[in-house]
C-alpha cells in the first residue's frame, strides 16, 4: 500500500488550509450570513449559485471577529 501526499501552495488573501472555499465565497456568505441569518441567507445564496446550509450561513457569521468598540471620551455621573 503506497500513501501519496500531495501539497498545494497556499495563498495568502486567496485560501485557507483545509479549506472548502475562497476566502471571496466566505465572506460573501457571511455578509449574507450578517444580513439575513440563517435559513433566508441560505435560501438567498442557493439563487446567487452558491450551495450552502444554514448552519453554515450561521457558522461562518460566529466566526467573524468582535467589532472593536471605542473606549468612551467622557463619563457622565448622575445621582
Known sequence: ???????VEQIPGLTRRYGQRTERLRSTLAAVGLA?????????????????????VLR????????????PRVVGVDE
Open 36 to 56: 439575513l441569518a440563517g435559513r433566508t441567507g441560505a435560501r438567498l445564496a442557493s439563487v446567487l449559485g452558491m450551495s450552502v446550509s444554514r448552519s453554515t
Open 1 to 7: 500500500m503506497c500513501t501519496r501526499r500531495t501539497f
Open 60 to 71: 461562518l457569521v460566529d466566526a467573524l471577529p468582535e467589532p472593536e468598540v471605542p473606549a
